[in-house]
């Protein structure tokens, strides 16, 4: 369903939808810091996406926006203070971050407790916020393939395969079906790569060192194989507007889906041993809990959603690419909510990958695995479901292929979201599990 | 010896002197003319009672006879003079302290009445020490009660301070009726009411128990004992800072007094089963009382609840003893009995200093709530290292003095091996681990109370303008400080004196079990042969004969061929130690590292713009696991636990409250409460309110006196 | 537990040899241009085209590489008809600043504290291997402090966001001296394919100074590892250019 508002530029008040259509807070929070539109009602406006000393009535997002100067913080020291939600005699706030832990991406989290349980998680995000989708603007369209593929690492595959799909649509073209078909192959490797890290973080965030390392050597073996194979190791470069930038044989294919049975197979024996070690199931059984309603009114995606029993795969609802009839795959589903429901997800779904890679080498179409296009000016919707859940890239082109306006919206953005309700009324030591268990991206959130 | 008793009379003088000063000065000028007057009697108290405690004089003086039977006298042995000179070094600091502190009443209170109400409860207090018949004492001992009421209740502006006065009152007058019950039934069989004929008395069992019971419980009430000091933790808040300071440091003791001079001196306790009792409800206040103590946020309320505490702990070194005396060990009680006594002065000392410390904080920054302070060492100082010192006495760190009393008390219980029965054993063992666990959660309680007021940032508008206060306040809080130093580096010299205390009860001096005498004996006698001298002179427990007078600094116990030390430890040489490696270090730190640049820089928080306060611990925070681990025992009661959020969604507010209704009053007073109101509501029905029943009453009531006239 | 530590023991020794020796394997660094003879005037000026971000420069007949500016795109490996070399390897780490390595004292044993200014996941997905069984730090000493206090090396990835301005600044600040600060990715560098705009700097260098830069988008983890050895001094920097023809643009000092 598309819905098209028209609003003239001097009236910059809208009615807000969110007090009915809870998904929608975020999104109009970043609308209101980025375009300078107030939604009436929505009790949380401001200081979002622009931290406090962003100056004021400044909006990037707006055409009038020059993006390429630095803009000026505002002159005094201002204050901002958390909004305190906890009313107890006594209650105060544990601050985390921006800087905090290892290698965890930059975020800040205050914590309010009354001393043993936290009681209320409020997230500060974009830190990270590079303006990504106004510096598209006006760039060309081979550029900002390059932005939609580095701006969140770790699903470049999927960020630039919505991306060529919606410049792809936006002219009308026909893809070949070997790029398809490969398209697949790398987007289900992608998966597999991101899902096992995403158990490298779960079994390190519970501190058990040996089940990390075996995860941990896992994920190199990927990075390897497909560093070996395809020139990098998270797959850059390799998405085109038209099809992909490089041909595998079919012998390569299937030398890479060979490898990974070979994979799945020590991932299933981790798995098997994960299970019946119970100090590592207690952190994580009943810890970090989001119901289906609440997965429902938030709209989270992905394997956070499907653990909690809300069944949406792009993949299966609005296949693109090879998926649809030519390949047979289910899409793993839990109903408990909890951390164990989204660690067995990401396994099932890491299982479902290799499996999906093998139909594709088993098959793979012949012929070319490019097309040239002409871009035309024209807008268009590219969707993809990304390792973290359904990733959605709208452009609209202009004149001589130039992009005049893009939109992301990533499955961490609104995954991150929902993350207050699995960090709500636990115990202090299990917050870095509940994160790990989500195994977001804050890049992909901040863009 | 005369000389010492007019002292006593010009103590009682310069008292009479401050009234008058107090009612004739304006109030302005009243504040230093107490302190003036107040710490010349205080000076004048301690030399008298000096003169008694040290030097083994006892006064023994027959005032007059009011009636036949009754006749007034004064009877100062070394266990009165001990609490005297206890309640001169208290009385000394708060009085200086009284000069700053009382400005903040002037225009509110009238300081006439204050001071005289000090002066008199002054005299009061020494009135209760130095009486010698049971008359004089009750006179006393009512005036005193009457007096602290009057000065709890001082800012009777606010109604919870008049409950908190006459909840203390009452209950003072039901323990004091216990008590003069207790006396009565000694007096009986006696004849006589002075001390002396009470002394001695031959009662039979029940009577025995009957007074034991009456006169714990009864004077327990004013010790602050389990189950009936419900008082306190409501009344040393409600009093003014200097006044709570005499409460917990002088008044509590006169319970111990009490408490002492009937079951020690007076009647001599000879069954275990009574001394157990002492030893068990000592063990109990003392957890109860830290268990409350600990989270609590109001700086009054948890010092008046480690009040309880350390009365508990007093107490159950008392029942040690009683036991240890009444199975035949009379050294072993003594030395429980020195731990008690020793604890008793100890507390007195830091209690006063640190209520004091709360008096100045709350005078500074305005309230006594700890999650609104934070940070005032930065800006008192000197009211912080007095406090730390406090609560380090308090926690029973070394080198101050609480250390040396708790380590005695624990030890005296560990000497229970040298008993016979299992079940007294094993009592003994219950009651150690008590005590054991009191000690942990008092260092938690002190941590928290020293950190969350004085340390990290400052939480409230008040504690960040916060100032060190005047000299008149900081000076007392550093006498005591020094008491408190002194008394823990220097125990080999203070307990000899409590040896020459506790004598007259236990009989027997506990002196060389405790403190050998490595400076006095030489090269040995035969109760410390020479072998034993020359291996701890190897050990350097001889250092320093030459020039400091006294026994030796070694505090040992010694036991048989096959295990000779039972325990040891030598405070002075510890501080002696301690300084030195601090200055080696000191100096090693300087030298290595005289070419580093230093930088400063604010502490690390993770890259936030701006730590803000309620971004760091609270009190409620810090002791909320305590909270949780004896969740069973404090039940709170949940008042609110709700969210509020805007259209089901934007969370608006998370509302938690809860209550805790304390455990003696829970399961003690409570019950007896509504057990006294259902009886009166039974009762009640007689009220019918027809006048034909209540003439039938008449007539009932007529008929049972006659007969009961026809059987008797 | 047993299970987990046989299992352990079963999985065997996995590390690199490296430093000790190169590291041989298929898979360990996706390479980056180089190429072993001059290249014509007209190739050079097509493929400079293609490079988004400006990384190659002509001077007279060669091409000048700039490998702080590569965003591994390989646009100039698979676009044109011939393709430019390609040199693999990972040593690619190098010291910019005046203070060089950090010296005798840290050669064995240096604490790292990892900040991300507004890195995409690819450099800190890496950065997080470097204590992977794989490469393991831990013996060579090296070791990940939570608390920038305890900290000799700053590590940071990202384009330097605005909003991570001030925090990287505290970060900076709140560690003793001596201290290097190691650069790690070419959004680090010069700001990547984001470059200067109103939310990044073009590289982190303007809010915190660099002293080791590692190249790469993103460098794979034991080119982090080389410049961490390079940091410590048990690694030179390579001082001369590899193969004759090339050029490599001076770094800033």
């Known amino acids: 369903m598309h819905i098209i508002v028209r609003h003239p530029l001097s009236e910059t008040t809208i009615p807000c939808i969110s007090r009915l259509i809870h998904a929608a807070d975020w999104q109009e929070r970043e609308i209101e810091d980025l375009f300078g539109l107030h939604f009436e009602g929505h009790p949380r406006l401001g200081d979002f996406v622009l931290h406090e000393e962003w100056p004021e009535g400044v909006n990037p997002m707006r055409t009038s926006f020059d993006s390429t100067r630095v803009y000026p913080h505002r002159e005094s020291e201002p204050a901002w203070g958390p909004q305190t939600i906890v009313e107890a005699a006594g209650a105060f706030m544990m601050p985390i971050g921006p800087v905090y832990s290892d290698h965890a991406e930059s975020a800040h989290f205050l914590l309010e407790t009354l001393g043993e349980d936290v009681l209320r998680t409020i997230p500060r995000f974009f830190y990270k916020y590079r303006g990504l989708e106004k510096i598209a603007e006006g760039k060309s369209v081979d550029q900002v393939l390059l932005l939609a593929e580095r701006f969140s690492g770790t699903s470049a595959f999927a960020h630039s395969l919505a991306f060529c799909q919606a410049v792809e649509g936006t002219i009308g073209a026909e893809i070949p079906k070997r790029a398809q078909a490969l398209r697949v192959f790398l987007a289900e490797l992608e998966r597999l790569r991101h899902h096992v890290a995403a158990i490298t973080g779960i079994c390190q965030s519970t501190a058990l060192a040996v089940a990390t390392s075996q995860a941990s050597i896992l994920e190199e073996k990927i990075l390897r194989l497909t560093c070996r194979y395809l020139g990098h190791r998270y797959l850059f470069g390799l998405n085109i507007p038209g099809g992909l930038s490089l041909d595998l044989t079919d012998d390569t294919c299937k030398g890479i889906s060979e490898a990974g049975w070979d994979v799945l197979e020590k991932l299933k024996k981790l798995q098997g041993m994960l299970r019946f070690t119970s100090s590592f199931l207690d952190r994580l059984e009943e810890v970090g809990m989001v119901s289906k309603d609440k997965a429902v009114s938030y709209g989270l995606v992905g394997p956070v959603a499907r653990a909690s029993g809300v069944l949406r795969d792009l993949r299966v609802v609005q296949p693109y690419a090879y998926y649809g009839d030519h390949l047979k795959f289910y899409v793993p589903h839990e109903e408990e909510g909890d951390g164990y429901a989204r660690l067995r997800v990401l396994f099932s779904e890491a299982e479902q990958s290799i499996n999906l890679m093998h139909q594709v080498s088993a098959s793979l179409p012949a012929g070319p695995v490019k097309t040239r296009l002409d871009p035309a000016p024209g807008s268009c919707l590219g969707w993809v479901e990304s390792p973290g859940g359904a990733t959605f890239h709208w452009v609209r082109l202009g004149e001589a292929g130039r992009v005049l306006r893009y939109r992301v919206m990533t499955s961490s953005f609104v995954n991150w979201h929902g993350f207050h309700l699995a960090a709500e009324d636990f115990a202090f030591q299990d917050f870095p599990i509940i994160m790990a268990t989500f195994a977001l991206s804050n890049a992909e959130c901040d863009r | 010896m005369m000389e010492t008793g007019i002292l006593f009379v010009v103590v009682f003088l310069i008292c009479g002197l401050g009234v008058i000063l107090a009612a004739v000065l304006p109030d302005r000028k009243n504040p230093p003319a107490l302190a003036f007057v107040a710490s010349l009697a205080t000076l004048t108290l301690l030399w008298a009672s000096g003169r008694v405690l040290f030097s083994d004089h006892a006064i023994f003086n027959s005032l007059w006879r009011v009636t036949p039977l009754i006749r007034l006298s004064i009877e100062i042995d070394r266990v009165s003079s001990f609490f005297l000179f206890i309640t001169g070094l208290v009385f000394f600091p708060v009085s200086i302290f009284s000069a700053g502190y009382l400005k903040k009443y002037l225009g509110s209170y009238s300081l006439k009445s204050f001071a005289l109400f000090y002066h008199l409860l002054f005299a009061s207090i020494v009135l209760i020490l130095i009486a010698g018949d049971v008359f004089s004492f009750f006179i006393a001992w009512e005036a005193m009660s009457i007096l602290s009421y009057l000065l709890v209740n001082y800012e009777h502006g606010h109604e919870e301070n008049t409950r908190s006065g006459f909840l203390m009152l009452a209950m003072s007058e039901a323990g004091t009726l216990a008590a003069l019950v207790a006396f009565l039934i000694m007096a009986k069989t006696s004849g006589g009411i002075d001390f002396g004929s009470l002394r001695s008395l031959s009662l039979g069992q029940s009577a025995r128990w009957g007074v034991f019971l009456l006169s714990f419980l009864g004077f327990g009430v004013k010790a602050g004992l389990v189950p009936v000091n419900s008082w306190l933790p409501r009344a040393h808040p409600a009093a003014p800072g200097n006044v709570s300071a005499l409460l917990s440091g002088v008044i509590l003791n006169l319970g111990i007094y009490g408490i002492i001079r009937i079951n020690a001196d007076f009647l001599p306790l000879k069954d275990v089963g009574q001394g157990l009792t002492v030893l068990a409800i000592g063990t109990l206040s003392a957890l109860i009382g830290i268990l409350y103590a600990t989270p609590e946020n109001d700086m009054k309320r948890m010092l008046a609840h480690s009040s309880i505490e350390n009365m508990g702990i007093i107490t159950a070194g008392l029942g040690a003893g009683f036991v240890f005396i009444s199975s035949g060990h009379s050294v072993l009680g003594g030395i429980a009995f020195i731990a008690a006594f020793y604890h008793m002065a100890n507390h007195s000392l830091y209690k006063a200093l640190l209520f004091l410390g709360a008096a100045t904080v709350d005078s500074r920054v305005g309230g006594r709530d700890m999650d609104r302070m934070g940070g005032l060492i930065r800006k008192m100082p000197w009211t912080s290292l007095f406090y730390l010192i406090g609560a380090l006495s308090i926690a029973a760190l070394p080198p101050f003095n609480g250390f040396v009393s708790e380590w005695l008390t624990l030890q005296s219980f560990l000497q229970c091996s040298a008993l016979t029965s299992k079940g007294v054993k094993i009592a003994f063992a219950l009651c150690g681990a008590g005590l054991a666990l009191t000690a942990g959660l008092a260092v938690t309680c002190f941590v928290k109370a020293f950190a969350m007021s004085f340390l990290g940032m400052a939480r409230s508008e008040a504690a960040q303008n916060a100032s060190d206060p005047p000299h008149s306040m900081t000076i007392p809080m550093g006498i005591l400080g020094i008491y408190c130093f002194l008394l823990g580096i220097l125990p080999t010299y203070v307990i000899p004196q409590i040896d020459h205390v506790v004598v007259p009860f236990v009989h027997e001096s506990a002196l060389d079990a405790l403190v050998p005498p490595f400076f006095t004996v030489g090269e040995g006698n035969e109760r410390f042969p020479k072998a034993f001298v020359s291996e701890f002179h190897d050990l350097g427990a001889q250092v320093g004969s030459d020039t400091l007078p006294g026994r030796g600094l070694v505090i040992m116990h010694r036991g048989s061929t096959r295990n000779p030390v039972i325990f040891a430890m030598s405070p002075s040489y510890t501080i002696i130690v301690l300084v030195l490696l601090l200055v080696s270090g000191i100096v090693v730190v300087r030298v290595l590292t005289r070419k580093r640049a230093l930088a400063r820089r604010a502490a690390w928080d993770g890259g936030v713009r701006r730590l803000a306060p309620t971004m760091t611990y609270t009190a409620t925070g810090f002791s909320n696991p305590v909270r949780v681990i004896f969740n069973a025992v404090l039940r709170p009661v949940t008042i609110q636990d709700s969210k509020e959020t805007i259209a089901q969604h934007f969370l608006n507010a998370i509302k938690k409250d809860k209550r805790e209704i304390h455990l003696v009053d829970r399961l003690f007073i409570r019950p007896i409460i509504d057990g006294g109101r259902l009886l009166a509501a039974w009762l009640g029905r007689m009220h019918s309110g027809r006048v034909n029943t209540y003439a039938a009453y008449v007539l009932l009531a007529l008929m049972i006196v006659l007969m009961i006239q026809m059987l008797a | ?253």
């Open chain 3, 1 to 253: 537990m047993t299970k987990w530590v046989w299992k352990g023991l079963q999985t065997g020794i996995k590390t690199t040899a490296y430093p000790g020796s190169p590291e041989t394997a298929a898979g360990v660094s996706p390479g980056r241009p180089g190429w072993k003879d001059p290249v014509e005037r007209k190739k050079i000026m097509s493929l400079m085209d293609l490079c988004p971000t400006g990384a190659l420069r002509p001077t007279e007949e060669r091409i000048s590489m700039d490998y702080r500016r590569c965003i591994h795109c390989f646009r100039c490996r698979r676009f044109p008809a011939e393709p430019l070399d390609w040199e693999p390897g990972y040593e690619w780490g190098e010291i910019v600043s005046n203070q060089g390595n950090l010296g005798k004292t840290f050669s064995n044993s240096l604490h790292i504290r990892i900040v991300d200014a507004g890195a995409c996941g690819a450099c800190l997905s890496e950065i997080g291997h470097i204590t992977s069984p794989y490469y393991n730090i831990h013996r060579l000493g090296f070791f990940i402090t939570p608390t920038p206090r305890t900290a000799d090396v700053l590590l940071v990835a990202g384009p330097g966001t605005d909003h991570m301005r001030l925090p990287l600044e505290k970060v900076f600040e709140a560690m003793p001296a001596p201290k290097r600060v190691v650069a790690v990715g070419t959004c680090a560098l010069t700001g990547g394919i984001f470059g200067k705009s109103f939310a990044t700097r073009a590289g982190v260098g303007e809010i915190v100074p660099v002293d080791v830069e590692v190249p790469g988008c993103p460098p794979p983890p034991l080119a982090i590892i080389h410049a961490l050895l390079v940091t410590a001094g048990r690694k030179k920097p390579p001082d001369a250019p590899s193969y004759p023809g090339t050029e490599r643009e001076e770094g800033r000092s």
